[in-house]
């Protein structure tokens, strides 16, 4: 009837011989039964013939529902009525680590009682009691059985700090006990924390119970706990292959939760248990993968197969001149090739791999093959831009370049451009014309290899605004300097106002322009906006604008002349200023104001014959401020 081994690190629990085991409790350590308890376990077996669900006692009668003060602390809850438990007076609940390392509580004590309402059929029991600090941020898993006065009882479920104010009922399911497969327990699940519940092992009897692991468990080191309990037992190794199909594990990584159980020592024949195993799971081979789909995609060619229970990833080949050759092993369920070529012809195979890189499937020795077709390329963006309508597309695998084609008024396709890239900008554009493009692709010869859009895709051409891209102060007055637009005829330009507007001053084909109506020291603000060969403005303008302000250049000395009346010294003009002041200077000596003047010229009478003399000038305004730098190196000449 049972099914108990000296060797089975596993879960097990006697409170009295009135109540049933504690359902798979984890416990650290093996658990190792002597002859003594065995004998009291099948004693007590052949005495207790009814169910878990059935059981019904005295001792838990004895209390009464009324007795029990619940605290202020966090509650969880128990659907005693949804379970459809009758004839109930007390509800105990009883929690612990789901870690293995947690102490098991005492059964049905005062501490574990819950405070029941018979009027709803709600049982409320207060964590505070359990001696655990579990709080909503907890990420801790704890496992809860909730039991009753007729001796019905839950299964293990988990819960975490989530559980917190959630109420746990039964399904009307019964588990399996993992621990005695003759007997059944009451699954229960929690009303809204789906992620926690009934707590998932394997029977004593090879099947997968419950849906949420212990804290530190897995699949695989949960298989290995079995395959260790029971690894010279044949029945029950007969059980594992479909195991590792139903809990979709690789062998490898079964036998890699083995070895690490084996290795935390406990065991005399570890080794023995090892060898054992190892033999049992060799012997598993992953079913053959199949290739379900090939398409042809942008990417190249795109394989698609099914899943395979037990894999870790696959091993994707190609077929050559001297077999199948390896290209890619991958965990997903489908590659893309990009290595491929027009009309190129491509087989393939696939096998399973464990997670080491070792083949565990045989494979399709004729394998799938497709004959690559590039798709035809998709213009994925239209948009305006300075030079004219810009396309972008998207790349295909396996061919060397594109062709370009725009729709003639007459309806049909013109070619106009093959290129390399995935992008290119149409310069040949006029403004609020509607251009139709279409895409194609090309090999290395220039034939076509690819289908085309036959609708195509369209943009009607509207000049975005220029950008002023410098302002600067020159002699002549601020200088404008913008991008080019493509398609349009010319450009308007506007400065702001004292009042704020904007003010029409200047059309122009050309892409830069000199404000010479410039003041020293004041800021001039500037915008500007495309223009056709009629006048008419076909782009929106910046309405911020763009600032500067103008400041006088130091003027430039072009000229120095030894005349008869002296040296007659000549610069440039300075836009916007009033006049200059012109310096001199002997060597060793400091620099002397000369004159201030209006002109852009003047003759020095009064340098000295035979010695060498430097001049300098700057800007000035009408009240004979400097608002102009001056060259400190000057220009010399020597007088005659």
Known sequence: MYEVRSALQCNFAIHNTYTEYFLNRNQKGDFKMTKKIMSMILSIAMVLSVAVVGISGTYAAEVSDKTSEVGAGNNIYFNVKKSGWSNVKTVYCHIWRADGT???????????????DSSTGIATYDLSKTGHNIKKSDGKLYCVIFSANTGMQTYNAIMSGKCIGDTLYCTGNLLENPEDSEKRANEAVWAKTKDCGPEKKITSSGNVIGTTLSEGDTDASMLACFLVAYY???????????????LNLSTSDVMKAVNKKLDNGGYDNAENIRASVKAVLDKIEASTPSISKLENTTGGIKLSWNKVSGAYGYRIYQKTSNGWKRFKDTTATSF?????????????????????????????SKGWSKKYTPVAPTISKLENTSSGIKLSWNKIAGVYGYRLYYKTSSGGWKRFKDTTATSFTDSGVSPNRTETYTIR?????????????SKGWSKKYTPVAPTISKLENTSSGIKLSWNKIAGVYGYRLYYKTSSGGWKRFKDTTATSFTDSGVSPNRTETYTIRCIDKNGKTISGFNSKGWSKKYTATTPKITKLTNTSKGVSVTW???????????????????????KDTTSTSFTDSGAKKGKKVTYTVRCIDKKGNTISDYNKTGWSITRK
């Open 572 to 594: 440039n003009k300075v836009t916007g200023v009033y006049g200059y002041r012109l310096y001199r200077k002997y060597a060793g000596g400091s620099w002397t104001r000369v």
């Open 102 to 116: 947690g102490d098991w509580p005492d059964w049905q004590t005062k501490k574990e009682k819950c405070k029941y």
């Open 336 to 364: 893309t090739d990009s290595a491929v070529s027009a009309n190129q012809t491509k087989t393939y195979t696939i096998r399973c791999i464990d997670s080491s890189g070792n083949t565990i499937s045989g494979f399709n």
């Open 232 to 246: 010279d037992w044949p029945e029950k190794m007969d059980k594992v292959p479909a195991l590792v199909k139903e």
């Open 441 to 453: 692709c090309i090999d290395k010869n220039g034939k076509t290899v690819s289908g085309f859009n």
